[in-house]
């Protein structure tokens, strides 16, 4: 059965495959982050970032939302798409590089939040980490290539302020994810990315 991204008022033959969309992000976000060395984190995260989207549940949604009767096994509650892939890299064993995948990966659509806060409650990051096992049988139904990924090597530029790392990578991959399903739901994205020539973008870093 195909996993599918994004639906449209057609027929789920004309959907956005599930893997299709992942990868396109993935390559988008790697390449938003090529000018400050954060690629592979960029690359990472963009495949990983909607891994929960192939649980049934996130797919009777799709089918429900469109009229299509849908006769997959799915448990009750809200469908929650943002976390898996965070979940896979604390699985993997990736001490610290699961904090900053799950940063990237479970806040592309709420935005990023603090690690732990009595204000955020269970709206940070931490609480949300916990019991990955909660997505374990989301993560069967992954397939092994897109799990079977390594480790970024690449480490936090030398002088880099980790924090500011952080929210541009986040930048990066979110931009990505609005970009593709922007062009799928369009099919002609209205926005269009040059990439900078020489060191264009230094000064507007420096602004800042």
Known sequence: ??????????????????????????????????????????????????????????????CEANGIECHLETKPGRVVHSEAGGHWATLCGWRGVDRLLSWLIMGHHAGLADYESDEEGGRALEPRMRNPERSAAILELVPEWLKNQPLPTSPVPKGADPAFFIRILFSCVVDADFLDTEAFMDRAPRFYFREPQGGEILPFLFCF
Do not use: C, I
């Open 1 to 62: 059965m195909t996993r599918h991204a994004h639906s449209n008022d057609g027929p789920p033959s004309g959907w956005q495959p599930l893997e299709e969309h992942l990868q396109n992000v993935s390559e988008k976000a790697a390449k938003f982050a090529v000018p400050f060395g954060g690629q592979e984190w960029a690359r990472l995260a963009g495949l990983w970032h909607d891994l929960g989207k192939y649980s049934n549940e996130f797919q009777k949604k799709l």
